[in-house]
């Protein structure tokens, strides 16, 4: 079976990532980037609410995260689930963080956390104490998906030497070993912090699939093109946040929809019987 190689980038470093070959969907999105998440290969439907972007988890089911570069320039993007970089699953700014490299007009699906040169394992919705971020001790900030991107810096073209031409070009590509890994699943998980819930989303560590990347450096504009966030949540916290109605209200609305003021001409009935 033909294995795909992605780009990372490790502070400073990245690794390519292959092609999607999808079409791009709804998504939330700035004018230079896009970002989706998948089930089934298909988006969750996005609900802006209380000054954020939201989609209902569904629990158990795995899912990926789709960005599109929506420019002509290469980018780099800086993208943590719960908190955690998706490459090394460390926490800190995204200026500093390993990237993903996304060439011009390019489309991309990670699929789970980058743990070698060779695999990955999917994300999938669980609850807060299942989580990764749970089991890494690191539970600040579950529940949401943010990605941030940086330009490649453009050099100015060398001046026209004729002693020059001749000469090969460095590379601006250097390849390196294999991306720092998260823990081993072997070790005995760090206490968390704080109390979780066991009936609030969040994203775990799944099962181990091919996913190649090589590591490459690049110059990247110190501020960022785009920056986006979404919060993920099952449909019981949606409720309660007031981002869904209850099934109970949807009922009750849709009866109220049919609701008319007047059927057939009558008089009012009389509860006393006429005495």
Request: glycine share 6%; hydrophobic share 40%; proline share 7%.
């Given at each position: 079976m033909k294995t795909n190689t992605r780009t990372l980038c490790l502070i400073g470093m990245f690794v390519t990532l292959s092609l999607s070959g999808l079409s791009p969907a709804e998504a939330i999105t700035e004018s230079d980037l896009s970002l989706?998440?998948?089930?089934?290969?298909?988006?969750?439907?996005?609900?802006a609410a209380r000054n954020a972007t939201y989609v209902e988890a569904i629990q158990h089911a795995e899912y990926s995260l789709r960005l599109r570069n929506r420019t002509d320039r290469r980018m780099a993007v800086a993208l943590a689930v719960d908190g955690l970089n998706t490459i090394d699953?460390?926490?800190g700014s995204a200026s500093k963080a390993s990237k993903w490299v996304l060439g011009p007009w390019e489309t991309v699906t990670i699929e789970g956390w980058q743990i070698g040169a060779d695999n990955a394992r999917k994300f999938f919705f669980t609850s807060e104490d299942k989580s990764y971020g749970a089991w890494l001790g690191k539970t600040s900030n579950l529940g949401v998906i943010e990605a941030v991107a940086y330009r490649?810096?453009?050099p100015p073209p060398p001046p026209r030497s004729p002693y020059l031409e001749q000469e090969k070009k460095?590379?601006?590509r250097m390849r390196s070993g294999e991306p720092s890994a998260p823990q081993s699943a072997g070790k005995a998980a760090?206490?968390?912090?704080?109390?979780?819930d066991e009936d609030i989303a969040a994203t775990?560590?799944?099962?181990?699939?091919?996913?190649?990347?090589?590591?490459?450096q690049m110059q990247l504009e110190s501020n960022p093109a785009?920056?986006?966030?979404l919060r993920y949540e099952y449909r019981q916290q949606l409720v309660h946040l007031g981002v869904l109605p209850s099934s109970e209200e949807e009922q009750a609305l849709a009866r109220r929809e049919r609701a008319t003021g007047f059927d057939d001409f009558d008089f009012a009935p009389d509860p006393w019987g006429g005495k």
């Open positions: 989706e998440i998948l089930v089934n290969g298909q988006p969750l439907r996005e609900i699953a460390k926490t490649e810096v453009i460095d590379s601006s760090p206490a968390p912090a704080e109390s979780l775990g560590i799944g099962r181990k699939i091919d996913n190649r990347v090589t590591r490459i785009a920056h986006l966030r």
